[in-house]
């Protein structure tokens, strides 16, 4: 038996004003984007930016739905809109950002699993490492420099061959 670390690294900065512009901008952009989330049901609104290889920038929010599982995390909503409008664009950096019930968010998001999934799936099929940076609307950020760190041994397209 042999025993395998698997490192995680992950940037902290004290806020967004650590940060060097481009990725100070994506933030903003991903905070901004915040109030078109539509989340009545768990008033948890969650916002996220991407800046793809050529510069765009897209957007997502998450939306939920009267019937729960319905519901998608605005990082797969905004996968899903780069993946439809932009096909195969690279995404170079995603930030995320949220509201959460009292307003005063201050600790990094952690994206879910499902959403991790995602992200990894993403970034091995347009062979793009992306920078995952995470934040609430002050305070800490956090950034990871691929999203294939966020799930260790993960299933993947590789696995079923
Ligand atoms: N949510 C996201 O959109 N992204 C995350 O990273 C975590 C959770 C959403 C799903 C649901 O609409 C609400 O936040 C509460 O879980």
Not at 95 to 121: F, M, T, W
Not at 130 to 144: T, W
């Amino acid at each position: 038996m042999i025993k395998k670390e698997i490192p995680f690294v992950v940037e902290i900065y004290a806020s967004s004003e650590a940060l060097n512009i481009a990725d100070a901008a994506l933030l903003a952009s991903a905070r901004a984007t915040i109030s078109s989330a539509y989340a009545p049901y768990s008033n948890f609104k969650v916002g996220a930016s991407a800046r793809l290889i050529d510069g765009n920038i897209v957007t997502g929010t998450n939306q939920e739905n009267a019937s729960y599982p319905v519901g998608i995390c605005a990082e797969r909503v905004l996968l899903s809109a780069v993946a439809s409008q932009f096909k195969g664009a690279g995404i170079t950096s995603m930030a995320i950002s949220y509201d959460n019930l009292n307003g005063k968010s201050n600790h990094p998001i952690s994206p879910c699993g499902i959403c991790r999934q995602s992200l990894v799936e993403y970034e091995d099929r347009t062979h793009q490492p992306m920078r995952i940076i995470l934040s609430g609307l002050q305070g800490e950020v956090y950034i990871i420099e691929k999203a294939q760190q966020l799930l260790p041994l993960i299933f993947s397209l590789m696995d079923m061959k």
